[in-house]
């Protein structure tokens, strides 16, 4: 309920709210640097702060130490009414209370006042006093040492790779940070610190998904004094990619859902560019014109610095506060337009831009709709030459394998249930989505087979009620090429058939690679490991007995009765499930748009290293 669950998001919450509360020492002016300590285990974490150390005296009411008060109560909605403590993220700010509670294992350390203070907790409870651990040390400072509770997490072991990525964005985020991360299990240390702010963050953005501006200097705006006291951030820069990416921050703490800050910047964007637009006549006659074609393009950083932020769903990751859009809206509104003004080069080049969003959007939206009216008007006539359909005409009980190649097309319609399933061979190259339009999308022969296939039409022309199999499954080689085609496959079902993933109509199936023969059994391998396994276990019930395997090249060596037996026959099979986890959509956003940017070479790996985690797929 505080964290988000008890996976891997939630197990890293913990951390967070850890950092946000050194973060938020810094922010204030008290500490300058922060350290983070990924130990050997992989399990326990230590967060350092240079800052002026949470105070160790009695609190004035409830007579124990204050340090004691803050890591044991639960205060809502992260303030600390006492004192002047106050978590100003607020987003995690649960408090350090509840990673306490949820902790094994817990050592706070406090720098204060020319001594060096200690106490120790399990799972939430003291288990010493705070003592003094020495009577004379240098300097102010906090540190938390925690070790989550195994057995409240499924999983308790850090990602070195997210925790990184997080505390770089911090220091992304205040400028004037520095955070040092070592992990201690593989030596690497990292230190974090980007002067250049946003501006900086926006920079690096562009070059990891490979984008191009489409003009050279990006609005930079840093405004204060806004009503209430609140302060933003923001840069904008349009690119050629074919949709927006915008970056919302309360307090430096990711808003992945957006809210009422990234609707205020949405605002502005729209009646800056539209104004400029109209007062240069850059608005063609007969072309109407959307907020979205102005915002297609734009790569966009807001950070949005508040006193008392409200937070709104189940992960509590969108600002919810009303008055906050038109206050974003006013502080940016007239300075884009200005910039634009001033820039007239630029301006030129963002009008440019949104004028020819529009005139794709008009000419796909035609396109979509033709093939739509297509696909509903004769069922079945319009169906891709290369689909060998299934006899029923029941979604719930039909199933479309997308299959690579024509060979192993040929086995497995021999070896599918022809009443129930339905088998696309691919032959030809799969576009990446990520960088295309829609009409490119069109264009290509392979998704525009698997479109007519499935006939529900895609984009925001979708209509999930017409799709004819409510099992998508792609059935590919466990190799390289295969691995590619399922990646670029997902990519266009993530960008252009979203329902489909989060309906979970999306399946990957898992052919053998390996046929285990002995003692008249067959088994069969997904993988090495799988193999290892099953012939030691082999080995261990008769250590004489002679295994003979077999390593299948690809899906078209196999028989169709092998097929059908280890891959297609519902009853033995495995399938995954592509899912998005809720808590980790904007990490599938990035990732997504970073692994399969411009000319990226497709990767596979972090497909698959989610598979091993759990049996649903995570993309
Ligand atoms: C309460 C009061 C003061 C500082 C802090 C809390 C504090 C909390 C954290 C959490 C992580 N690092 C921190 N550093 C400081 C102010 C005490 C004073 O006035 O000296």
Request: hydrophobic share 35%; with cysteine.
């Amino acid at each position: 309920m505080y964290i988000g669950g008890t996976g891997k998001p939630g197990l890293h919450h913990l951390l967070w709210e850890v950092v946000d509360n050194a973060v938020d020492e810094a922010t204030n002016g008290y500490a300058s640097q922060i350290d983070v300590v990924l130990h050997r285990d992989g399990r326990s974490i230590t967060v350092s702060d240079n800052g002026r150390g949470i105070p160790v005296d009695k609190h004035p009411t409830k007579k124990i130490p204050t340090l004691e008060v803050i890591l044991t109560t639960l205060h809502a909605g992260g303030k600390f009414d006492s004192s002047n403590y106050i978590t100003s993220g607020g987003l995690h700010g649960v408090g350090a209370s509840v990673v306490n509670a949820l902790s094994e294992d817990l050592v706070a350390t406090i720098k204060r006042d020319g001594a060096t203070w200690e106490q120790r907790y399990e799972r939430g409870k003291p288990v010493t006093k705070l003592k003094k651990v020495s009577p004379n040390s240098r300097g102010t400072g906090t540190s938390i040492y925690f070790r989550p509770d195994a057995d409240i997490f499924e999983t308790v072991d850090f990602d070195a790779g997210i925790i990184a990525e997080n505390l770089e964005t911090k220091t992304y985020l205040n400028g004037a940070l520095r955070i040092a991360f070592k992990n201690e299990a593989t030596g690497e240390k990292h230190e974090y610190h980007h002067e250049g702010g946003i501006e900086e963050f926006l920079g690096h953005k562009l070059s990891e998904g490979k984008l191009r501006p489409v003009h050279v200097d990006p609005f930079v705006l840093r405004q204060e004094g806004m009503v209430d006291g609140a302060r933003v951030e923001v840069t904008l820069q349009w690119t050629e990619a074919p949709r927006e990416a915008l970056y919302s921050y309360v307090n430096g703490i990711p808003t992945p859902d957006g809210g009422t800050h990234e609707q205020g910047l949405k605002n502005a964007i729209r009646s800056a560019v539209r104004s400029y637009m109209d007062t240069h006549d850059l608005l063609p006659k007969k072309l109407d014109i959307s907020a979205e074609d102005i915002r297609e393009g734009v790569m966009g950083i807001v950070n949005l610095f508040m006193v008392d932020p409200q937070f709104q769903g189940q992960t509590k990751e969108k600002l919810n506060n009303p008055e906050i859009k038109g206050i974003v809206t006013a502080a940016i509104r007239l300075e884009l337009e200005q910039f634009l003004n001033r820039h007239p080069s630029t301006g030129d080049a963002i009008a440019t831009r949104v004028v020819q969003a529009a005139k794709a959007r008009h000419a796909s939206r035609a396109a979509a709709t033709k093939v739509r009216r297509k696909t509903s008007v004769s069922h079945r006539l319009n169906l891709p030459g290369k689909l060998a359909d299934c006899a029923s005409t029941n979604p719930e009980d039909s199933e479309l394998f997308i299959v690579e190649g024509d060979s192993a097309g040929g086995s497995a319609k021999q070896g599918r249930d022809r009443g129930t399933q339905a088998i696309l061979p691919l032959r030809g190259k799969v576009l990446n989505a990520e960088q295309a339009t829609l009409k490119k999308v069109q264009d290509n022969k392979e998704l525009s087979n698997v479109v007519q296939a499935l006939g529900c039409g895609l984009g925001d022309q979708l209509e999930l009620s017409k799709l004819r199999y409510h099992k998508v499954i792609l059935l590919m080689d466990a190799d390289s090429d295969g691995h590619h085609i399922s990646t670029l496959l997902l990519t266009f079902f993530y960008r252009y058939m979203k329902p489909l993933i989060e309906e979970g109509f999306v399946f990957i199936a898992q052919p053998p690679l390996y046929r285990i023969d002995a003692a008249k059994n067959t088994w069969w391998a997904l993988d090495d490991e799988d193999r290892e396994r099953i012939m030691a276990d082999i080995k261990k019930r008769n250590k004489n007995t002679k295994i003979e395997l077999q390593r299948f090249k690809g899906l078209g060596e196999m028989m169709p009765q092998t097929l059908k037996d280890t891959t297609l026959d519902p009853e033995k099979r495995r399938l995954l499930k592509v899912t998005i986890p809720d808590a980790e959509r904007m990490v599938t956003e990035q990732t997504i748009s970073q692994l399969m940017g411009k000319d990226a070479s497709a990767r596979f790996d972090f497909i698959m290293n989610n598979v091993d985690e759990v049996q649903d797929l995570d993309v």
